[in-house]
């Protein structure tokens, strides 16, 4: 059984950072995928970033590129998002999620993954 945990939100002030981490467990990931997503209030669920856990390659959504950083620990089995400079528009519950297919690429549709944990609120005020 697949198990996801992300813990690390809260409430920050504009141009602030958080770091945020899912623990895994429940499967060997060798090649998997582990993305972080959001959803921000009647809004869908957005991709933010991916990382393979096999080499660390990793994926941004242009919205987060420069200011969030994905990585992940091997042998804690826990991926991490480290938010910069935060907006208020970061505002949102964040996800992280594991594409267990044989991989082709790091995936920004939330449709290609498989397992979810159940979020984390991160609110940025201005």
């Known amino acids: 059984q697949v198990q996801l945990v992300e813990s690390g939100g809260g409430l920050v002030q504009a141009g602030g950072s958080l770091r945020l981490s899912c623990a895994a467990s429940?499967?060997?990931?060798?090649?998997?995928?582990m993305g972080w997503f959001r959803q921000a209030p009647g809004k869908q669920r957005d991709f933010v970033a991916g990382i393979r856990w096999s080499g660390g390659s990793t994926y941004y959504a242009d919205s987060v590129k420069g200011r969030f950083t994905i990585s992940r620990d091997n042998a804690k089995n826990t991926v991490y998002l480290a938010m910069n400079s935060l907006k208020p528009e970061d505002t949102a519950v964040y996800y992280c999620?594991?594409?267990?297919?044989?991989?082709?690429?790091?995936?920004?549709?939330?449709?290609?993954?498989?397992?979810w944990g159940q979020g984390t609120q991160v609110t940025v005020s201005s």
């Open positions: 999620a594991v594409d267990i297919a044989r991989f082709t690429g790091i995936k920004s549709s939330r449709l290609e993954y498989d397992y």
């Open positions: 429940g499967r060997t990931f060798g090649n998997d995928v």
